[in-house]
């Protein structure tokens, strides 16, 4: 391997930003921001530590977001009746609209970025990508 030529973790990385550029620009939503937007669809409410943790993201990196989120009246931070110390985050009227707007832009980003590309490639990847998630994850010790 050499300098000159990605290896798999280089180009997977040059794929991600890739990824993320043109999501951006079919959906109109950045992705770190529609899958915080998702997550609360499907979880409902959630305290920001479950949800940093369902996302897999930095707390800190989170609280920034949903900072934004929520001047945008995207998404609802509430103090938790139980426990002070908790805010709980769930999904304002504004998140919502946008998700059910974006929806067929974020179909139509999986349709383009995955057409003509063999089903037993796409099989072949998952594994991999699998196998290097689960690797990783040992090696952080998460």
Request: glycine letters at 6%; hydrophobic letters at 40%; a neutral charge.
């Amino acid at each position: 391997m050499t300098d000159a030529q990605p290896n798999l973790l280089q180009q997977l990385s040059r794929s991600s930003r890739a990824m993320y550029g043109a999501f951006e620009s079919l959906v109109g939503e950045a992705l770190p921001r529609w899958r915080i937007l998702k997550a609360l669809e499907e979880l409902r409410t959630a305290s920001q530590k479950q949800l940093a943790g369902h996302l897999q993201m930095d707390p800190g990196a989170l609280t920034r977001q949903l900072k934004l989120l929520e001047a945008e009246g995207l998404v609802r931070r509430d103090t938790d009746p139980a426990d002070n110390r908790q805010t709980l985050v769930s999904l304002d009227q504004g998140g919502l609209a946008l998700l059910t707007a974006a929806a067929p832009h974020r179909q139509e980003f999986f349709r383009q970025a995955l057409a003509d590309i063999d089903p037993a490639q796409l099989d072949i990847a998952l594994q991999v990508l699998r196998q290097l998630e689960e690797r990783f994850r040992r090696m952080s010790g998460r």
